[in-house]
């Protein structure tokens, strides 16, 4: 499965990709230029937004960025960080 998301960290980012997803982060500005390029009405939505995101996937794939997993060893740092902040 593919995902585009506007975001490329956070705990919902880390589980689609520790669940075997392709995650591809996409900038709001690419979403924006997308869609001056694709869809003919500006106004802003969520379903459009989740629109343009998918077929920015599928047509513009090759011109994205895909999230990496983190490592164990960063995982790791992230708990022991984490745990030093509280």
Request: proline share 2%; hydrophobic share 45%; charged share 25%.
């Amino acid at each position: 499965m593919i995902v585009g998301i506007e975001t490329d960290r956070g705990s919902w980012v880390q589980a689609l990709v520790a669940s075997g997803y392709q995650v591809y982060a996409i900038s709001p500005r690419q979403v924006a230029r997308f869609k001056e390029r694709y869809i003919s009405s500006g106004a802003k939505s969520d379903k459009g937004d989740a629109h343009a995101l998918a077929d920015m996937v599928r047509i513009d794939r090759d011109q994205l960025r895909p999230v990496a997993g983190d490592s164990a060893a960063a995982q790791a740092v992230k708990v022991v960080a984490r745990a030093h902040q509280t």
